[in-house]
């Protein structure tokens, strides 16, 4: 039982996450390593990850790829899954 809701209170906090913030989940990232070799505060890295209203800027997101040794593209891609084109009304 105990189990169960200790893993209810995970999935409970994942969805909080926003997507860069379930990528570096994902990837076991230490965000305050990733601070430190980029020169971006771990207050920034945790609004990214946890404030959906956070703007994930391009040159953060390739010194992000760079710390943690990722393909910027693989990055961009999982952060936006949900984009797409407007669909063509005739």
Request: proline share 3%.
């Given at each position: 039982?105990?189990?169960?809701?200790?893993?209810?209170?995970?999935?409970?906090?994942?969805?909080?996450?926003?997507?860069?913030?379930?990528?570096?989940?994902?990837?076991?990232?230490?965000k305050?390593?990733?601070?430190?070799?980029?020169?971006?505060?771990?207050?920034?890295?945790?609004?990214?990850?946890?404030?959906?209203k956070?703007?994930?800027?391009?040159?953060?997101?390739?010194?992000?790829a760079?710390?943690?040794?990722?393909?910027?593209?693989e990055?961009?891609?999982?952060?936006?899954?949900?984009?797409?084109l407007?669909?063509?009304?005739?």
């Amino acid at each position: 039982m105990c189990g169960f809701i200790f893993k209810k209170k995970i999935d409970l906090h994942k969805e909080t996450l926003t997507k860069l913030g379930l990528y570096l989940a994902k990837k076991s990232v230490n965000k305050a390593d990733v601070a430190r070799k980029t020169g971006l505060s771990a207050f920034r890295l945790s609004q990214l990850s946890i404030n959906p209203k956070s703007q994930l800027r391009v040159d953060e997101l390739y010194l992000i790829a760079l710390a943690i040794e990722a393909d910027p593209a693989e990055i961009l891609s999982a952060v936006c899954i949900d984009i797409a084109l407007p669909q063509n009304k005739r």
